[in-house]
Structures are given as C-alpha cells and as structure tokens.
C-alpha cells in the first residue's frame, strides 16, 4: 500500500509548486496454478495553486488510474506481468484530469541479478470517451527503475517517470527527469509490518510549456506479506 507523494516545483507561468499524493494499492490475486492476477490502481489527490494570472487554485481528486497484470506464479529469472490499464475521468475539476475515458496495454518486468534490481514499466494510452470539448489522449509513461540492495536495509533507488503526450505539438511532447535517491525498509510494531520509505529527487532536462522543472518524491509504503 503506497502512499506517494510528489512535490512537483516551478509549474506554470506563476512558478507554483504543485502537491500530487498517489494512493496507489497493488494487490496480487490467485487466477489458477499457474497464473496470477495482479491489480495496480492509483488514486491522486492533488493541491494546485494558481498556475498562471486568472486562473483559481484547485483542490481535489484527479483520474482514477486501474492497471491488471497477468503475470506467471513461477517466473523464472525474468519476473514479467502484461494486460490492460484504463484511465476513469474522476478529476473534481477540469484542471486537475482529461475529462476522457481512456485505455491502452501495460506491461512491466525486471530482474534480480545479487544486490540489483532491474526493471521497467510502460504504458500507452488512448482515449475513446469523455467530454468532447476536451482534446483527446494518446500518451505513453516508461518507468524504468533500478535499486541497489544495501546492508541493514538501506538501499540506492532510481525510478524516473518518462512521459509521452503524442497529441502535443513537438516542442512539448516529452517529460524527461533525470535523478534518484535512496530508501531503507524497516519493521515496526510488535508484528515486525514492513515498512518501506524512500525519497527520490529530479530534474527535468526535458518539460512541456509550464510543466515542472524539478520533482522530489517521497514515498511511504506499507508491506503487507501472506
């Protein structure tokens, strides 16, 4: 159970900083012996100041974002999952979502090589729904994520979001961060619950008009182990 929260700094005309929480469950279910289904839905809770002159502050929910992985009970060396993710118009308010119904596949991999993590996940978007004043959606997020395994269980993380707006003009098409961090997983309580808490900082060498220059992430996650 994540709990992601996303600084995200010199939005718009007005330089604001805008506050993303990404409540972002991921919870795994027995399909047969040999399959599992995996669910991945992000919720974000977002605070946007005034981005620019004449244009209100806004407080509230964004887009409602499921994803489904099939995934094998016993991957080999290569720990893989692929199937659909959906994008719901659920935003409070038209500045904080597209106003589309939107799909599109998912697929996600990686691997352990001893104290590495390999990985990566990638989507692509279209909408086929939704207000038909708003534009419409074809966009792609790559996630590529590598972490390095320290003692006491400290660990070195990088995990930038890529994204593509393909119905942009050129110029404002990519979202590009460059950064990482670091995390440790720890145990509290008289059960010993895992808990695994990171922070992550980028810059963007890459950003549409108005979009943010830098980022800071930090992420408090809840590990709940049958």
């Known amino acids: ?108 991999a990686l691997t352990m090589q001893g104290p590495w993590v390999f990985g990566a996940l990638i989507n692509q978007q279209w909408s086929f729904a939704g207000d038909s004043d708003r534009r419409d959606v074809s966009a792609m997020l790559i996630q590529p994520f590598v972490n390095y395994n320290l003692p006491d269980g400290w660990y070195l993380s990088s995990a930038p979001i890529i994204t593509a707006n393909w119905e942009a003009s050129s110029d404002n098409t990519w979202t590009v961060p460059v950064g990482g961090g670091f995390g440790k997983l720890w145990r509290v309580g008289k059960v010993g619950l895992p808990v695994n808490t990171q922070i992550q900082a980028f810059y963007n060498v890459e950003t549409p008009d108005g979009g943010p220059e830098w980022q800071l992430r930090f992420q408090l996650q809840f590990l709940f182990p049958r």
């Open 1 to 108: 159970m994540p709990f992601q929260n996303n600084f995200n700094f010199g939005v718009g005309p007005n330089n604001v900083t805008q506050y993303v929480l990404n409540v972002q469950p991921v919870i795994p279910f027995k399909l047969t012996e040999d399959w599992n289904l995996i669910t991945r839905t992000i919720l974000p809770i977002i605070n946007q100041p005034s981005i620019a002159p004449g244009v209100s502050s806004e407080f509230g929910l964004g887009d409602l974002n499921p994803a489904f992985f099939f995934s094998p009970r016993k991957p080999g060396a290569l720990i893989w999952g692929v199937g659909p993710v959906f994008t719901f118009p659920t935003a409070t308010d038209t500045q904080l979502g597209s106003g589309k119904y939107s799909a599109g596949p998912t697929a996600v």
